[in-house]
Structure formats: C-alpha cells, structure tokens
C-alpha cells in the first residue's frame, strides 16, 4: 500500500521534471525562432517543431492533471477510486482540446474544423474500422453512467456461463477473475446486450445449500440441528440467522435446502463446503440421517399400524400416568398393545374446541398447551407434559371437545380409543372414579377461568355417575 503511494508520487515527479524539460528547450527553440527570422516570414516546416513540442508538453500537462487530481484529489483526499475509463477519456479529452488551441495558435491561417467537417469519406473509413471498438467505448460509457456493478463485485455473465469477481472495466473490456484463478475479458458491448447476475460487494448475499434426510428422521430436530451448525460456521454472516426448510418430499428422502448469507460472497465455494461439512457432523452427531436412493417394499399384513415405540415402553410410560396406577401389570401391556401413537410439529393442532372426540390422548414426549379462546385472543389455560393425559373430557361424557390443544415442540402422544377404556372400567372401577375428579377440577378451571379451582363433592358425583352412564356400566 505504502508501495504504491511512493509509486504513484514518483510517477508524478517524473511527469513534472520531463514537462520542465520540454518546456525548456520550447523556450530556446521559441526564443531562436523569434531573433532568426523577422514576423511574418516563417515558413510551415519551420514552426512544426514548435506544434510537436508544445504537444508533447501539453500531453504531459494533462497525465501530470491526470495523476494529481485521480491519485491525489480522489483517491487519497476522497476515497473514490476513478475507473480506468473515467481516466482516459479525461486525458483524450484534455489533450484533444489542447492539441487545437494549440494547432489554432501556431498555424493560424489553418482552419482545422473544415478538415474534419469537409472530410466525409474520411469519417465513413474512420467509423468503418472503428466500429466495434466505438461500440465498446460507448457501451462502457454507459456501464459506468449506470454502475450496475463495481469492481470487486461477483458477478455472472449468465450466457457464457461464467463467473468471477470484477477486477476492472476498461474502454474496452470487463476483466473478471474466474475461481480457477483466469482472468476473462468480457466486452463491453457483449456485456451490455446480457443478462448479468450481479452480488455486490457490499451487500448480504446469500446461497442455497441442498441435503437430504430419510422420512423417518423428525423435521423439527433436523431443522434445529443444521441451523445450529451452520450458524456459526466461518463467513456465514452472523446478521441474519440461517434457514433450514423442506424443499421437497422426494421419492426416497426429505429434501432440504439451507439457506444462508455470507459476509464475503467472493468465498462461497469455501462456505459452501464448509457448510455441508457441518451438517455432516451434526447430522452424526444427532442420529440422524443423510438419504440416498432406496426402495422400499412395505409387504402388506392385516395388522394394526405399529405403535412408534415398543410396547414395553409404552406400557413403562403409561405406569406412570398417575390414573392408571391402579391397573396391572398385564393391563398396562393390554393398554400399550390398543394405543396408537402420533407425533405432531410444533405449532400443530391435535385437539379442536367444539370437534366430537371419542380418544383420549397420553404425552409420551415433548408439550402441549390447552387453549380456549377469548375476546383478546387466545388464551393457555395449562401445559401438558409427558406423563399427562388429555382428551378425556369428551371421551368420557360425550360432550363436544371444551379447549384447543397445540403441540408447544414436536410432541409424540399415545392415543387411547372408547373400547380400551370401557375393557378397564370394568375390570377396575376405582380408574372411572379418579378419571371423573380430573375432569371436575378441569372443568372447573373452565369455567372459574383459572388454574387449580376446586369441584364440588356433588359435582364429581354427578359427574361419575353420567359417565358410568354413558360407557354403560350397570
Ligand atoms: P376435551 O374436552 O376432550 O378436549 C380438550 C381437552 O383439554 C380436555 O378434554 C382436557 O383434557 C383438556 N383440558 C381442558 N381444561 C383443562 C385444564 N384446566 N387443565 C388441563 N387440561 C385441560
């Protein structure tokens, strides 16, 4: 950096010192013109040293400007780097107006106007051969009129299928550094005619990443674990956290795609594998999955859908559903062996106010909330964790369903159906009794509209006896 400053100061010296000579010997050969020959006399060929001289110092004056104000003025006072483009037609355009003052001062009884103007062939050969090159140039023009990109930009120049980081845009070219390390010119008049994918530099790109997991593996989990890896992963921008989503329901897999955002577009290649990297690891880490294609032949048998878990387990946590604790051990197994279990996404409804219900439900994993509705909204009226039950209301009454519940996390439940339920009422009559306390405390929460209200004897009495009522025992 420093380098380039000395670099840039010498250039600029130099530029001086040779404007300083050729200004001398204008002087002396100005100054032996002048005693030599009396005013008036000078032929042609004698002045052209004069024009060649006074050019050249002209073409100095201006690359010294050039350098002053672009080096100097811009890019150390203003931080703005001018394009190279900017640059040269300020030359071109600075020396072409010296070149005819100076032309008008020294051959004066020229008209230099009227040799361009008068010379028409001369422009149709002019405009002939420089066709593509004007085109170029003013294709370029535009580009820096409109800055659809800067340098240090990724971009993509769709047709051609190529992709590279913008080094700079010349009179006639874009040069773009591919990541195989090539540098490829892309005219200026292609690039205005295409289609070009622009990432500036300074802007929060972000990219897709494609996994696949097997049907079997929970969404939730999987959407937890790979954000949580990818998050933190080098130049993956901290400002806007990572999103995992299901893309697709392929044939032999859940498609996923992870979208994320880079603080240094330019390295995505890296980031992208780095990425992938993590959800590896993650996915290793967490039991779950990556899938690849299978078939699956499911051989049908005239057997109810297996349980999610083994029925040992299920019984394990049924023992543990404090209503249940009368029953046996043989009961608890006839119990796990007649439940089927469901698993739901966070967010999702199992339970409808209003809905009819014949089941009751068990929370094998994770949380529900019960919910009635309010005028400001809805409203929790209790959380439910593994080991509780719900549902039971409209089981045993046949009443309508009398709250919402909704899975708080992914939440796996035990689903226990009207004819399970009256094989145990007959067997254990004690079970109707604590049943029909739960649904009076419950019910009383309902309608007090708070937490732990207490029912009356009468109320669960009443309510033991419509139950027995209506599963028809004596
Ligand atoms: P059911 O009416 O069939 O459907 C909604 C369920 O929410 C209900 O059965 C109960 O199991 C449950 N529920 C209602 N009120 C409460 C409460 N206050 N506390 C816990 N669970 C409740």
Not at 85 to 114: E, P, Q, S
Not at 326 to 339: F, G, M
């Amino acid at each position: 950096m420093a380098a380039n400053q000395s670099n840039r100061k010498n250039k600029i010296l130099v530029l001086l010192f040779a404007a300083i000579v050729v200004g001398l010997a204008l002087y002396f050969y100005a100054s032996y013109f002048e005693f030599t020959l009396p005013t008036g006399k000078h032929r042609n060929w004698q002045k052209l040293p004069i024009l060649v001289l006074a050019s050249l110092l002209g073409y100095l004056t201006t690359r010294f400007l050039n350098a002053a104000l672009f080096d100097f003025v811009f890019r150390l006072r203003k931080r703005y780097e001018a394009p190279t483009l900017v640059r040269n037609i300020f030359t071109l355009l600075a020396f072409a107006i010296l070149f005819v003052l100076l032309f008008k001062g020294v051959y004066n009884d020229y008209d230099l106007g009227a040799l361009f103007t008068t010379s028409a062939l001369f422009g149709v050969i002019i405009g002939l051969a420089l066709q593509d090159t004007l085109g170029n140039f003013f294709a370029g023009i535009s580009l820096h009129a409109d800055r659809p990109f800067q340098v240090g930009d990724v971009i993509v120049v769709t047709q051609q299928k190529l992709t590279g980081v913008v080094e700079s845009i010349t009179w006639r070219a874009i040069k773009v550094r591919t990541f195989q390390n090539h540098i490829v010119l892309v005219s200026n008049s292609l690039a205005a005619r295409e289609a070009i994918e622009v990432a500036p530099r300074d802007n929060l790109n972000a990219r897709l990443v494609f996994f696949s997991t097997i049907y079997t593996d929970s969404p939730a989990k999987t959407i937890h674990v790979v954000r949580e890896s990818v998050r933190d992963a080098d130049n993956v921008s901290d400002k806007i956290t990572p999103i995992v989503r299901i893309r697709g329901l392929g044939d032999s897999s859940i498609e996923w795609e992870i979208k994320y955002w880079l603080d240094d577009y330019a390295k995505y290649n890296d980031t992208d594998a780095l990425v992938r990297q993590r959800v590896w690891y993650a996915l290793r880490r967490n039991g779950l999955t990556f899938a690849f294609p299978t078939r699956t032949l499911h051989l049908e048998r005239n057997v109810p859908v297996r349980p999610i878990t083994a029925e040992d387990q299920i019984a394990d946590r049924l023992s543990a559903v404090d209503v249940f604790s009368p029953l046996s051990t043989d009961e608890l197994r006839q119990l796990a062996k007649a439940t089927a279990g469901h698993v739901f996404a966070p967010g999702e409804t199992l339970i409808r106010a209003g809905d009819e219900g014949s089941s009751m439900f068990v929370v094998h994993n994770g949380r529900v909330a019960v919910q009635v509705s309010d005028p400001g909204g809805p409203r929790t009226v209790a959380q439910l964790t593994e080991g509780n039950f719900f549902g039971e209301m409209a089981l045993f009454t046949g009443e309508p369903r009398t709250a919402n519940v909704v899975a708080i996390e992914e939440t796996e439940v035990l689903e226990i159906g009207h004819a399970a339920m009256k094989h145990l009422f007959q067997t254990n009559p004690s079970l109707a009794e604590s049943i029909s306390w739960t649904i009076a405390e419950r019910q009383a929460d309902l309608a007090k509209g708070s937490a732990s209200a207490q029912p009356s004897i009468q109320e669960t009495a009443g309510l033991l006896s419509s139950i027995k009522r209506f599963f028809g025992l004596h």
